[in-house]
Structure formats: C-alpha cells, structure tokens
C-alpha cells in the first residue's frame, strides 16, 4: 500500500502556532498546480504499490478551486494504479466552505474532508489568529455533516485561556453534529511562530502542562463514552473510519510527497522538497525535483518503526520487526514488550 500528500503552501493569514510551510501570497497558484502535475510526472517510477490514499494538505487545500482538486485527483489516478476503495482526504478550513464548494470538491472526487475547527471559543480563535469565527465554525460543520458521511474535526486542547469545562464544552460541541472521525492536538509552542514570540516577550502567557494533562484525560473519558476508538494518541474515530492515509504513515508504509516542503518516504530513504514556492517551481520546470534525501540506517527505521507504531492500538509487529530488521534485532522488541 502507498499514498501521495500534495501540500498546498498558501493561507489567507498565519495562524500563531504554526510552522507549517505557506504563503499568504497566492499569485502563483496556478504555476504551482503546474508544478505538482509535472512533479507527478518526474516521479512516475517511486511507487511500487497501489495508492491506498491521496491526501491534500497545507497550508489551506480548500483555496484551491474544485476544478484544479480535480484535475490533481485525475492525473494521480491516471500516473499511478490505485485500490477501488482510495480514501481521497481534502484539508477545509470552516471560513473557506460553502454548500455548494463541498458539493463540487466531491463531485471533483474528494470523499473525506478535514475540517479545522480548532475550537469553538472566539478568544481560542483569537489567539490563534485563525481565519474564521465560531459562527462560521458551527455553520461549516452542519454543511460538511450533509454532504459527507466520511469527515474529520480537527480540535487544539491546552489553550492557556481556556479551562477544563471550555474544552469538555467543545467536544461535546463537535460531537452533535456526529462526526465519525475526530482528530485533537495539544498546543506546542514551535521555534519561529508568532506564539513563541509572544510566550518569551511576555505578551502571552505561557502553556499549563498539568492542565493540558487534564484535558487529555477529559478527552479520553468523552471520547469513550460516546465509542469512539481511540487508535491513536490524537485520533479518535468510529468502527470502520480509521484515517487510511495517516494510518499508513503510522504503519511506515511508502508515500510520495508533491509540492514544496511536501516528504517522501519508502521504507529506506526520507526525501523532502525545496520549502520556497518560486524556487520549486522553477526548478520542477527545469525537470530537476528540488528535494533533499537522507539514507535511513537500520538503527533510524528500528527507532522510527518503534516510535510510530507505539502511538497506536496496534503495537510493535514481532513478526513485521523480524521480517524488516532481521531476527538479530528481535530481542530489542522482546524486550520492549
């Protein structure tokens, strides 16, 4: 199984917490669709699986029309050979929606979406500086809820302002309009945001560990109540709706990754492209895949095998660990277990 992430590097404003590659200057949207498009070509052999997944992330997937997602979704199924059930996720943000955008992005073939809420507080919103407000956040959630069955509600807890009622209030939230799927982060404070220059210049106060604690077991107890699996430390999700292409990533297996900033991995190489939108789009028109590449070392993929598979239900795989690394090295996860 394998997957391709397309990453959308623009924004209408920098959230305060992100690190993410973006832009907020959209003029060269269309030469990056260009772009992605001859990258999928340049890299036609990395596969060697059918794709399971095709994920748009960023940056703000949804600023891109239903026509460019389309033509994206087409040429990947084109170039590469993909299962009937492929899951093709779409990243919205609630300000970017309407009824009749949803109905043609999955028309254009996306068939889940993932909605980032974050929180259902205006101060939360505020201090994140996102987009949208709590109106158009409870709006988009009845609009994505009609038109897919099969959606995600991103969620941020550890909010410096909020208590352990407001975060309890905004799953409960979330959960009217029964999403199968739910994904909650804890806020972090990353190098070079906006939020870790207000948390040092003392503009904001900083981040409560015991109280984000807190608010994960409140999150454990009410995704419980409500059966939800929690498969994962942040995702939590219905019998049956388990993120395919996440999970993959959790599972180590392969995935291409198109777009500035956008990584690649296939089980022995981790390959990541240029984070500056002219320069990768410049080089992609000289046929040059602008993109660094690291050799894995046994020690790297056992480490990163351990790491990843231990956030999730299913565990470390003797068997897989035997298989991929040797029996030599079996008694490293004997131990572990």
Known sequence: MSGIYIHIPFCKQACHYCNFHFSTNQKEVDQLEEGMLKELDLRLTELKTPLESIYFGGGSPSLLSADKLSNLIHQSKAKFSFHDGIEITLE??????????L????EAGVNRLSLGVQSFYEKDLKLMNRAHSVDQALQSMEWV?????????????????STL??????????????????????????????????????????????KTAYQFEILQSVMADNQFIHYEISNFCKEGHYAKHNTAYWKGHSYLGVGPSAHSFNQSTREW?????????DQIRREIIPSTIEILSLENRMNEYLMLSLRTIWGADLNYFE????????????HIN
């Open 145 to 161: 809820s009609s038109v897919f069955s099969n959606f995600s509600v991103d969620l941020i807890y550890g909010m410096p302002n």
């Open 323 to 334: 298989d991929a690394f040797g029996s030599a090295n079996k008694n490293i996860l004997l």
């Open 273 to 281: 492209n240029i984070a500056n939108n002219h320069q990768y789009i």
């Open 103 to 106: 109905k043609d992005v999955k």
């Open 165 to 210: 009622k407001e975060w309890e209030t905004n799953l409960n939230q979330a959960l009217k309009f029964n999403p199968p799927h739910i994904s909650t982060y804890a806020l972090t404070v990353e190098e070079k945001t906006a939020l870790a220059s207000f948390i040092n210049n003392g503009k904001q106060k900083p981040l409560v560990e015991e």
């Open 92 to 101: 919205v943000n609630p300000d970017d929606v309407s009824k009749s955008y």
